[in-house]
């Protein structure tokens, strides 16, 4: 049976089937809703016992970083929520090399373990999904 939501046409599937979903964040976490909306629906996700990944590309590698100060701009620093992902059993993070290393980041300057994979990589990881979306 098919249905058509938002103009996406969707299979409904009713099996129960776990799928994998990757989250791709590419957006500074503040002066945009997108990055505090991708934390809202991968914790949605993980609820639905589905397999969530998150993948941090583009300035959404700052969402992560440690000491982030909000204060200035008046709004909630929403980082320390990275780490509940883990009770949500989200524990495949992933950061692109080439995006981390051209903001001059290190693995170490994470707030949360993630695992560095370069752009074959990540193309690769999208490609094995069953869904892939993008914030």
Request: glycine share 6%.
């Amino acid at each position: 049976m098919t249905e058509v939501t938002g103009g996406i046409e969707m299979e409904e599937d009713t099996s129960g089937k776990i799928k994998k979903f990757l989250y791709i964040n590419r957006k500074a976490p503040y002066g945009t809703i997108y990055a505090l909306e991708s934390l809202e629906v991968v914790l949605i996700a993980a609820a639905f016992d589905q397999d969530v990944s998150l993948a941090f590309l583009d300035d959404g590698v700052y969402e992560i970083i440690k000491g982030q100060q909000t204060r200035t701009i008046d709004v909630k620093n929403f980082s320390p929520t990275y780490r509940a992902l883990e009770g949500y059993d989200i524990e495949k993070l992933y950061v692109e090399k080439e995006s981390m290393e051209a903001r001059g980041l290190k693995e170490e300057d994470f707030i949360v373990p993630v695992k560095v994979i370069n752009a074959k990589e990540m193309a690769d990881l999208m490609q094995s999904q069953d869904v892939v979306l993008s914030f």
